[in-house]
């Protein structure tokens, strides 16, 4: 009788804990409040997405940025650690995963007004690269975008993270318009490439498109 009920106890424990799936993971940080997870999260959707199309005679090959002193402002807390970052590179390229969303599953509730970060390389990177070809006088000519230039970007959000919610942030990365405020008729070949570098008037132009094409898209949502 004793073997029988020993037997009996093991196979009602067998199915796990009562309520849970055996199946599902949890990807986030559990709030503790019974509303599942919580935080603010920042998805990445450049325009084209690498590689891709600008216009027909444009193209977008491949882009890595180098994000650093990432911080969301928040209107209770501006500088809470919880929703702040050192460092993160974002890179496109054939054959790559998109980089994933930035987490902050401990964000405090309340309104969110600003997204600020530079694009800096510190001292042995680029802050950012962006690899692609044109189509100049009946040809493709390849073009690289190497820019050690520090660069402050700065978001305006109109987000509220309430109590049991995730909330999704979609940045756009307009990097067609950066690539066309330059005239690369006027950037010199280097080894057969048209390279885009250092403080040339094209530079200037190509930076303040590029800090100006971060923004927040329309239809971000809570999941």
Request: with cysteine; net charge negative.
């Amino acid at each position: 009788m004793i073997a029988f009920a020993a037997l009996a106890f093991a196979a009602g424990c067998s199915g796990g804990v009562p309520g849970t799936d055996a199946g599902e993971v949890d990807g986030g940080a559990d709030s503790g409040d019974g509303g599942g997870t919580t935080g603010l999260h920042f998805a990445w959707y450049p325009d084209p997405v690498p590689p891709g199309e600008v216009e027909d005679d444009l193209r977008i090959d491949d882009v890595r940025l180098e994000l650093r002193q990432l911080r969301v402002v928040g209107d209770a807390a501006p500088d809470d650690p919880r929703t702040s970052r050192d460092d993160l590179r974002l890179e496109w390229k054939d054959g790559a995963p998109a980089p994933a969303p930035l987490r902050f599953d401990t964000a405090p509730l309340g309104m969110y007004s600003q997204f600020e970060f530079r694009l800096d390389g510190g001292d042995d990177e680029y802050a950012y690269r962006i690899r692609g070809g044109v189509f100049l006088a009946g040809a493709w000519v390849p073009f690289e975008i190497e820019d050690e230039h520090s660069l402050a970007v700065s978001i305006d959000l109109d987000v509220e993270l309430e109590l049991g919610e995730t909330e999704v942030v979609d940045i756009d990365i307009l990097l067609g318009d950066a690539v066309k405020s330059v005239d690369w008729s006027q950037v010199p070949l280097d080894d057969g490439r048209l390279k885009l570098e250092g403080e040339d008037g094209e530079m200037v132009l190509l930076r303040d498109a590029l800090a100006a094409g971060f923004e927040m898209a329309s239809g971000s949502s809570d999941d």
